[in-house]
């Protein structure tokens, strides 16, 4: 079974870091490009970066930029995302999905590109 597993939420202040881990398993993890998305409360999914499968691209969003990095390591199977100056805004259900390699990278932000979701892990930054 394809699985991804993530972890490393946690509540923390304004302006603190975090770093969020993504264990894959079931699957050839670098034939799949992986990406973060995260869930507000009351709010759509949104796409927050995505890493190709060698790691040489990634892509992140706009709010983000400058402030989370996305990293994978394909030796173990895992993705991350290290979150830093950390905004309440953040405050979210983080999630690691993974997508064919063969699909390229030029439409990574898309949720419905993705072929394997993992369970979320809550991001909570108090101001």
């Known amino acids: 079974d394809v699985q991804l597993q993530a972890s490393g939420g946690g509540l923390v202040q304004t302006g603190g870091s975090l770093r969020l881990s993504c264990a894959a398993s079931?699957?050839?993890?670098?034939?799949?490009?992986i990406g973060w998305f995260r869930r507000a409360p009351g709010k759509e999914r949104e796409f927050v970066a995505a890493i190709n499968w060698d790691g040489y691209n990634t892509y992140y969003e706009e709010s983000v930029k400058g402030r989370f990095t996305i990293s994978r390591d394909n030796a173990k199977s895992t993705l991350y995302l290290q979150m830093n100056i950390l905004k309440p805004e953040d405050t979210a259900v983080y999630y690691c999905?993974?997508?064919?390699?063969?699909?390229?990278?030029?439409?990574?932000?898309?949720?419905?590109?993705?072929?394997?979701w993992g369970q979320g892990t809550l991001v909570t930054v108090s101001s």
């Open positions: 999905a993974a997508r064919e390699k063969r699909r390229g990278f030029a439409d990574a932000s898309l949720a419905n590109t993705y072929l394997a």
């Open positions: 079931g699957f050839t993890f670098d034939d799949y490009s």
